[in-house]
């Protein structure tokens, strides 16, 4: 994701200086005007906006406060913008270490596909501090259409977990209703029109129901990224103290999934997971 | 849902008799046109369309099949239709009993509330023979707005059962996701709001979250229907020998409500289980 948002930065005439582990995105986007950096360190050092789009919060971390990180070189006053999907008790812990360096941070994970993040269409939700907000709003602007002010830190990452509890669930739904509508003789197709008309539509129904419908599992958004983001509303549900049944269910079977190889296909190969358990058939598992 | 039904069939100049255990929808249809008959049997005799719409099974089987029922009137070439919704084996059993008294069946259950009746904006999914579904096409219209032709008898009441799949895990995805909204301190509204505009969005979202927020548990659609729905689905699921863990799961939700007196409610009542689930006080367990 992070290349596509960078180039719409760009595109917007911001003056952006670059990292990336691996070179050649680097590389790319120099070319295209970008200063190529040797660390987070030297990105912060001329950064009044420093942005992190990261897989993980162990990645997170380390670029904010490893060895040559963006701690390193953070200016007085500067935002640090985490987009990553990550615990919302995980940004307000890195928020407490920016502050006390002397910057300000922003939680703003997106919901959006590659796609989006290349029209720069990305929906952004954001939690910090409102004055941090209101300085790096044109450049949130210049990758997402949909920039929404949540509250204090944690809470853009609160959201992007409250967003993927109805994802999944709604995912789960068209899976165990394309399963039932298929073993019924139903023309599938015929049923995801019929119920996207009505009172069981969803984005999810409208989106990944023809994929599955045509067996089309390419990713749009990961199965293992979706365990990843279930793994995260467990935590925050566990330390909040609420039970999530149905989505801790759906996180086990993205788990299942992942561990049986499906990890790099869309969510919709839930689809996949869903057929397996309805198998007549014990050849698979024979010896 | 019968009566605001009737009403749209009399609008558009159809020549109607009615029947209804209790007198006073009768005598109202009657005022504006209708004719008012003693029995289904009454009804049937003088109709070459009949029509029911009735809570249940039990219901559907004493009027069509009962003493003074439809299929004692039939006329030859009739052409008896279900609205209810009932297990598709049960559809296909009664269309054998019709046919086999000379007329044709058609399941045609509904997607929509009482006001989309009321508009004649119901979704109706129909099953059955196509030269019966083409003889009623113009009455159905007057009561629904999109009408879908799914196969033969059961296909109808399939779609139906597929419908409120996707309904109840979409509708468990929304409680769950404002369970955690809430209790992580968001704005529930601007959640709301946020979730919609992307891959988490769904009817259910849109309709009910903000009834939720708002604490409006009023029925659309009450409780002890969801409840009674998602049992044939569970039935079916099991004739036809496929597991649906979740939809299974959100059925025993359901069942809950339906038995701690929220009966009545609508479907959104569930989050008021979700709440009771997460409790700190046991105040209301102390004897």
């Known amino acids: 994701m992070g290349k596509p948002m960078a ?12 990292y990336n582990r691996s070179r050649a995105p680097v590389d790319e986007l120099a070319s295209m005007g970008a200063f190529p950096c ?21 990645a997170v971390e380390q670029v904010l406060a490893g060895p040559s990180g963006v701690l390193e070189g ?3 006053g500067a935002v640090f913008v985490d987009m990553s999907t990550v615990s919302p008790f995980f940004s307000r812990r890195m928020a407490e270490l920016v502050e006390s360096r002397g910057g300000l941070m922003l939680d703003a994970p997106v919901s959006g596909s590659t796609f989006a993040a290349e029209q720069g269409a990305l929906t952004i939700m954001v939690g910090g501090p409102r004055e941090a907000f209101e300085k790096v709003l044109d450049v949130l602007q210049a990758m997402g259409k949909n920039i929404f002010y949540m509250g204090e830190n944690g809470a853009g990452s609160f959201t992007k977990l409250c967003n993927q509890v109805a994802v999944a669930l709604n995912l789960q739904g068209v899976c165990e209703m394309l399963l039932l509508a298929s073993k019924a003789g139903l023309e599938v197709k015929k049923v995801i029109e019929v119920v996207s008309t009505g009172a ?15 067996r089309d599992f390419r990713p749009g958004f990961k199965v293992s ?15 909040l103290g609420i039970p999530l049944p149905g989505t801790s269910f759906a996180s086990e079977l993205f788990k299942s999934l992942d561990v049986l190889g499906y990890g790099s296909e ?22």
């Not at 009044?48 to 162990?58: K, Q």
């Not at 869309?266 to 010896?287: H, I, K, V």
């Open 7 to 18: 180039k719409n930065i760009l595109g917007k005439n911001f003056r952006l200086a670059v």
């Open 38 to 58: 040797k660390s987070p360190a030297d990105v912060a050092m001329r950064s009044d906006v420093v942005i992190t789009m990261l897989p993980d919060e162990v």
């Open 74 to 76: 953070l200016r007085p």
């Open 200 to 214: 069981g539509g969803s984005w999810q129904l409208s989106n990944l129901g023809p994929r599955i419908a045509s």
């Open 225 to 239: 990224h979706m365990r990843k983001d279930l793994r995260l509303v467990r935590e925050a549900a566990e330390r």
């Open 266 to 287: 869309g969510t919709q190969a839930l689809y996949e997971l869903y057929e397996r358990l309805s198998e007549t058939s014990r050849n698979r598992s024979e010896p």
